[in-house]
C-alpha cells in the first residue's frame, strides 16, 4: 500500500520558502501516530529541514546526492524502489507528491481553512480518488482544519 500524507491550506499550498508555515500541535501528532512503525519517503528538501529522522521504521530519502545525516538511507530510483517497498507512507514535498501521486493507493489530507501564500503546492486529486472519511472541524491558534482520507477506485 502506497500512502500519501500532508497537510494543505485552502489554495492547496504545503510550504512557502521557509517551510510549513502553520503549527498545529494536533495536527503533528496525528501526522506522527500515522508514520510510527511505517518505511516513510521523502524528497531532499524535506530531508534537509529535517535534524533527525522521524519516528518511523525507516526514513529514504529521494535524492541525486549523498544521505549523510544517521537514520536516513538514501533512494535514487523510485521505480526499483516501490517495486522492491510495498508498504510506504510518502511525507513529500512538492516533487515527491508529484511523482508518487499516480502510484498512491490513498491520501491522508489534512485540510487548513486559511490562505498561507505558498509557494509550494499539492498536486490535484483527480477522479480516480474517492474521498472515504471526513473528520469534523477542529480548531488551533484559531486555526480551523479537518481531516480527509481519499482512496484510489479499483476500475
Ligand atoms: N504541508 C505538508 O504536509 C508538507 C509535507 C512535506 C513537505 N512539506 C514542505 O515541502 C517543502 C519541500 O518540498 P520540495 O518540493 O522543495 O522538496 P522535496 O520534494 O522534499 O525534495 C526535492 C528534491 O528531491 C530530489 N528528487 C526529486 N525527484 C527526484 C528523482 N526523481 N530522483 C532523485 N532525486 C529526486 C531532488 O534532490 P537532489 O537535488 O538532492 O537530488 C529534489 O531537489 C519543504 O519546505 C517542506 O517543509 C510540506
Request: with cysteine.
Amino acid at each position: 500500500m502506497i500512502r500519501l500524507i500532508v497537510a494543505v491550506d485552502n489554495k492547496n499550498g504545503i510550504a512557502n520558502e521557509n517551510g510549513i508555515p502553520w503549527n498545529l500541535s494536533s495536527e503533528k501528532k496525528y501526522y506522527r501516530d500515522k508514520i510510527k512503525s511505517a518505511e516513510i519517503l521523502m524528497g531532499a528538501g524535506v530531508y534537509k529541514e529535517l535534524k533527525q529522522p522521524a519516528n518511523a521504521h525507516k526514513n529514504f530519502v529521494l535524492t541525486h546526492k549523498f544521505v549523510d545525516k544517521p537514520g536516513f538511507y538514501k533512494v535514487s530510483n523510485t521505480k526499483i524502489f516501490f517495486e522492491e517497498h510495498k508498504d510506504v507512507w510518502v511525507i513529500g514535498g512538492q516533487s515527491v507528491y508529484d511523482l508518487s501521486i499516480e502510484l498512491a493507493d490513498e491520501i491522508y489530507i489534512t485540510r487548513i481553512d486559511q490562505d498561507f501564500k505558498c509557494t509550494k503546492f499539492f498536486p490535484e486529486i483527480d477522479s480516480k480518488f474517492q474521498l472515504v472519511s471526513r473528520s469534523p472541524k477542529f480548531i488551533e491558534n484559531n486555526i480551523d482544519f479537518y481531516y480527509e482520507v481519499y482512496k484510489k477506485i479499483d476500475r
